[in-house]
Each structure stands twice: as C-alpha cells, then as structure tokens.
C-alpha cells in the first residue's frame, strides 16, 4: 500500500476515533456502536457520519457517488442509530441503505 494512503488511512481512523471516544482506533472502526456516534458533539458526528460513507463505499465498490443523495442517506442511516443504538455504525449503514451502500 502507498505509504500516504496508509498514513492518511491511519490519521482518519485515529481521528474517528477521538470523535466517538473509542479507546483504540483502527481495530474499532468495524465496532463503533450507534450509541457513540450520537453521543459524539455535532462537528465529530457530522466527520465520522463522511468517513463511513466513503469508508464503506470504498468496501463495497462503489467508485462514483451521487452527492445529491449523501444528505437523505445520511439522515437515513442516523435514524436507524436512534431507533437501534446497539448496533455498530457499519451494521446501521447496511440495514439502512441496504447491503451495498447506495452512491
């Protein structure tokens, strides 16, 4: 892997992170539950909520995202942490975009 890819992917997770109160950062991207995401202040919240957009784009294969609908997806998903904020925030992604994250 680039080397700046790997420090740029390191410096977002470490920051994601700080934002949501988790003790350790890569390791916890995957395990981030709702719960601490709603509880992050609204600039961490509104960070982390564009990092797992394209975070789990990026997994799914996703190379072209319509901006247009980032907004509604993101609502969408935030809803599905207040209603379930037990889940991590990649399982809240998933059940309210359906498996692949919608562009």
């Known amino acids: ?3 700046a890819i790997s420090a740029a ?10 934002a949501v109160g988790a003790q350790s950062f890569c390791a916890s991207v995957t395990r981030i539950r709702c719960s601490q995401l709603l509880a992050a ?5 509104a960070a982390a909520t564009m ?3 394209g975070y789990l784009a990026a997994r799914s294969g996703i190379r072209l995202i319509d901006v247009s609908r980032i907004d509604q997806n ?3 998903v935030m809803d599905q942490c207040k209603r ?4 991590t925030v990649p399982q809240a992604y998933e059940r309210a975009l359906g498996r692949a994250l919608r562009g």
Do not use: Q, S, V
């Open 1 to 3: 892997m680039n080397g």
């Open 9 to 18: 992917r390191w410096y977002a997770c470490r920051k994601l992170a700080e």
């Open 41 to 45: 202040d609204d600039d961490d919240r």
């Open 51 to 53: 990092f797992y957009y």
């Open 74 to 76: 993101i609502e969408r």
């Open 84 to 87: 379930t904020p037990e889940l």
